[in-house]
């Protein structure tokens, strides 16, 4: 499946902090096997201009330690925290059938099933409860929607088209108590 996509680039992980005082940093892995992200050769900062040469050290917590070639003293790694990692999207495995890569997602276009356009999918955010969508919506506005296959049913990589299922919301009643959910809870895509 080739996909011509607007980003070429897919952020693998961050570095979160400096560690030590020998150029070691930590990076957060955004990878579904976390030490991928060091498989795939050098890394991209954001602007593509600068190359980094990582090696996995060791692992701390949630992060891993890594040596970045060229950068050996403290001051040098502090500079580097919040950088975002990135590769080429042809340089990852494919997916398999309904799973994507929120870069594959982040641009296209939400409609609703009737074909209305509902907005553009400006980011992908996971707060530990599944995939949230954000969608900015033509008049600049945004709305978040889960990403299940209840709320996107479809999703078409070459038309950049998803369909969206607005959900049902929660009524607040005047008084400030909730009456009933109308539709019911969904697992979330895998």
């Known amino acids: 499946m080739t996909v011509a996509l607007e980003n070429e680039n897919v952020c693998v992980g961050v570095i979160t902090a400096a560690h030590g005082v ?3 940093v930590k990076v957060k ?3 579904a096997n976390a030490e991928d992200f060091a498989a795939y050769g050098d890394l991209r900062d954001a602007s593509g201009k600068r190359c980094l040469s990582v090696e996995i050290a060791g692992r701390i917590k949630d992060c891993f330690l890594v040596k970045i070639r060229g950068v050996n003293d403290r001051n040098s790694a502090e500079a580097l925290r919040g950088t975002e990692l990135f590769v ?3 340089q990852l495995p494919e ?3 309904g799973e994507f ?3 594959d997602l ?3 276009t939400a409609k609703s099933p009737d074909g209305t356009v509902l907005g553009v999918v400006k980011a992908i955010y996971n707060f530990g409860a599944g995939d949230m969508l954000e969608i900015e919506k033509p008049d600049s506005d945004t709305e978040f929607v889960g990403f299940t296959n209840k709320t996107v049913p479809a999703v078409n990589l070459k038309a950049r088209e998803l369909t969206v299922e607005m959900p049902d919301f929660v009524e607040v009643k005047p008084d400030g108590s909730d009456s ?3 539709s019911g809870a ?4 895998p």
């Open 29 to 31: 892995s955004f990878t």
């Open 101 to 103: 890569y929120y870069a």
């Open 106 to 108: 982040v641009g296209m």
């Open 88 to 90: 080429s999207r042809s």
């Open 95 to 97: 997916t398999a059938e």
């Open 22 to 24: 020998r150029g070691f």
């Open 186 to 189: 969904e697992e979330p895509r």
């Open 180 to 182: 009933e959910l109308r």
